[in-house]
């Protein structure tokens, strides 16, 4: 799986836009970028996929350049229970290889909303 | 939320001594996987099981052993826990579906293993 790059934290005011990004520079065709998210002692939390085109759900929006070498995601109106660690994973969906859905985190970016 | 439990939830225990966490879920989905998440290591993959009686190691699976005697249950040991165990343990699971695609993984409440 291609290796992701994310910053260490980020800032955010409450009811703002949070954008979190990502570089997967080495993504192949057949990966998908995936986010997801873990609240201070929870387990992780999926948030979106996405494969080239951008992606829109309750939670998040999702947006992959062209190229699929970065990919941005965004919180619309982030509020204080947001504050989480973001992880940025890309792997391949097809279940017809070997990799039995498994998942590789980095150690994603913090997000810190305030009041 | 997807139904999966951990148990325990806390544990204690002396070095030397076997330990079994509990992975059970009522999603019936294929795939379970078991992570250990330590302070600068963020979420690594112990074992994992792509179906009843199947599994193979992860990433770090060295002091580890696991079993999947029914798709609900699986089981995760220390055959003699130390020290450097101690962490928080989740487990995941995940399906694929019909059109052959890994779906997204759900993630248990975790387990808290303290290795004195």
């Known amino acids: 799986d291609a290796k992701t790059t994310q910053p260490t934290s980020m800032d955010c005011a409450e009811g703002r836009a949070a954008n979190l990004p990502c570089n997967h520079s080495t993504i192949s065709g057949n990966e998908y970028v995936y986010w997801y998210r873990q609240i201070h002692s929870q387990g992780p939390q999926y948030i979106i996929h996405g494969l080239k085109n951008n992606e829109t759900n309750e939670m998040a929006s999702l947006i992959i350049t062209e190229d699929r070498k970065s990919s941005t995601l965004i919180l619309p109106h982030a509020t204080l229970r947001d504050t989480a660690v973001y992880y940025c994973?890309?792997?391949?969906?097809?279940?017809?290889?070997?990799?039995?859905?498994?998942?590789?985190f980095g150690q994603g970016t913090i997000l810190t909303v305030h009041p | 939320d997807a139904g999966i439990t951990q148990s325990p939830r806390h544990k204690v225990t002396e070095t030397g001594t076997p330990v079994t966490l509990r992975c059970h879920q009522t999603e019936n989905h294929r795939y379970m996987y078991w992570y250990r998440q330590d302070p600068g290591h963020g979420l690594r993959l112990i074992h994992y099981s792509y179906g009843v009686k199947d599994t193979d190691k992860g990433e770090v699976s060295d002091g580890y052993s696991v079993s999947r005697s029914k798709t609900e249950d699986f089981l995760l040991t220390l055959e003699s826990a130390t020290s450097s165990q101690t962490s928080v343990y989740f487990c995941?699971?995940?399906?694929?579906?019909?059109?052959?695609?890994?779906?997204?993984?759900?993630f248990g409440p975790g387990t808290r293993l303290t290795v004195l």
């Open positions: 994973i890309v792997r391949v969906r097809d279940a017809g290889g070997t990799s039995y859905g498994k998942l590789t």
């Open positions: 995941a699971i995940s399906e694929s579906l019909l059109a052959g695609y890994y779906n997204e993984q759900f």
